[in-house]
């Protein structure tokens, strides 16, 4: 069975946020880290492959240092890394970047494709949709429970009621949630593997991509503007005087509560 776990260099989640003179957010000068909800697609992939053979292999699209990130996932047991970097993709948004892991994908065998269910940085929780429209396969996203059969899978996609189980064939899309696993913690010997593991390095020009599709250029998406978050107010507080309860009612009334 072929696997491929699709995973992003973020911020560290502890790291100041700030966006820089283009709008975007900054990510130089600060520690960067894999999106810890791609861990747990990581560790699913993992789990998929040793309980039905097969090879998985991280994708990723980013600058050169996201090489980090993917040795990371080969430390935690992965055997294949590819990352598609150029500078033309800075700027991409979360169309161009479905586009462009769907136009690698395309030059890679798959059955199954594990993405985590947002990144930390934007957290649109678009891509995995995304990457399945473009690639024209089944998609179970905000899956909790996985199980595969014989050409088929089967997923409990977490709702605020509980969960609906969704079922379809293979090649399919699988999008996770932190609640499917706990992902394993690098091993020494996987550390040294990643030391030693060559990554696969692909421009746009490998895939065949026009430029003024990506980047900057190609943002479906654009920050106009932004500004500072308020300061967090302080609550008001209600002294009892035997009107307390009509005071609390009016306070929720005001707030559209009531």
Same mark, same amino acid.
């Given at each position: ?204 020009? *490998?895939? $065949?991509?026009? %430029?003024?599709? &990506? ?6 998406? @654009? !920050? /106009? ?14 002294? *009892?005087? $035997?009107?307390? %309860?009509?005071? &609390? ?6 707030? @559209? !509560? /009531?």
């Amino acid at each position: 069975m072929n696997i491929v776990a699709c995973i992003k260099q973020v911020p560290d989640t502890a790291a100041e946020k700030k966006l820089n003179a283009d709008l975007r957010l900054e990510r130089t000068g600060i520690e960067n880290i894999p999106n810890p909800f791609d861990e747990y697609a990581i560790e699913e992939a993992l789990r998929t492959k040793e309980a039905n053979g097969g090879t998985v292999t991280a994708l990723c699209m980013g600058p050169d240092g996201a090489k980090e990130a993917l040795r990371k996932a080969i430390a935690m047991g992965v055997e294949k890394a590819v990352l598609v970097t150029d500078p033309k993709l800075a700027g991409s948004d979360a169309w161009a970047t479905a586009y462009v892991l769907s136009q690698a994908l395309k030059k890679m065998e798959y059955d199954i494709i594990f993405c985590g269910m947002q990144s930390t940085d934007a957290t649109t929780a678009l891509v995995p949709s995304a990457l399945a429209e473009f690639l024209g396969i089944p998609q179970h996203t905000y899956t909790g429970k996985l199980g595969i059969g014989e050409g088929h899978i089967a997923s409990q996609r977490q709702t605020e009621s509980g969960y609906d189980v969704v079922t379809s064939a293979m090649p399919a899309l699988v999008g996770v949630v932190k609640g499917i696993n706990e992902p394993r913690y690098p091993s020494l010997r996987g550390i040294m593997q990643a030391k030693r593991t060559e990554i696969t390095i692909w421009s746009l020009a *490998d895939l $065949g991509i026009d %430029a003024s599709e &990506v980047g900057a250029s190609g943002a479906k998406e @654009k !920050v /106009l503007s932004f500004s500072p978050r308020e300061p967090r107010k302080g609550g008001q507080v209600i002294q *009892d005087e $035997g009107d307390s %309860a009509t005071k &609390v009612v009016e306070f929720l009334t005001f707030k @559209k !509560v /009531l």
